[in-house]
Nanobody, 126 residues
């Protein structure tokens, strides 16, 4: 059974940084991964994605140049490095995964993902 567990959220001042982790279990390969977020009163929003091979990434325009997704395949863990954080980045951040045979493909739609973590709160405030 695939399980995803996020960690690393918290309270940070504007301009600060956080690194989120997503520890995956129940699979060893063939999973593309992504991060989504949901702010109060809003829908779930795509943030970034990484292919199963780790070679390709995709970002929402709102986070390009500030956020970086990566993965350690040996540790079965994905990371989201968030720099230059803004108050509008405040949300619950979710890790997601989907099985794929296309190693280089990224997935940006939340309905494309089969597995989700429980979410971790990120609050950007002074």
């Amino acid at each position: 059974q695939v399980q995803l567990v996020e960690s690393g959220g918290g309270l940070v001042q504007p301009g600060g940084s956080l690194r989120l982790s997503c520890a995956a279990s129940g699979f060893t390969s063939g999973m593309a991964m992504g991060w989504f977020r949901q702010a109060p009163g809003k829908g779930r929003e795509f943030v970034t994605a990484i292919s199963a091979s780790g070679a390709n990434t995709d970002y929402a325009e709102s986070v390009k140049g500030r956020f970086t997704i990566s993965r350690d395949i040996a540790k079965n863990t994905a990371y989201l490095q968030m720099n230059s954080l803004k108050p509008e980045d405040t949300a619950v951040y979710y890790c997601a995964a989907v099985r794929t045979v296309i190693g280089g493909r990224t997935y940006t739609g939340h309905d494309q993902y089969s597995y989700w973590g429980q979410g971790t709160q990120v609050t950007v405030s002074s």
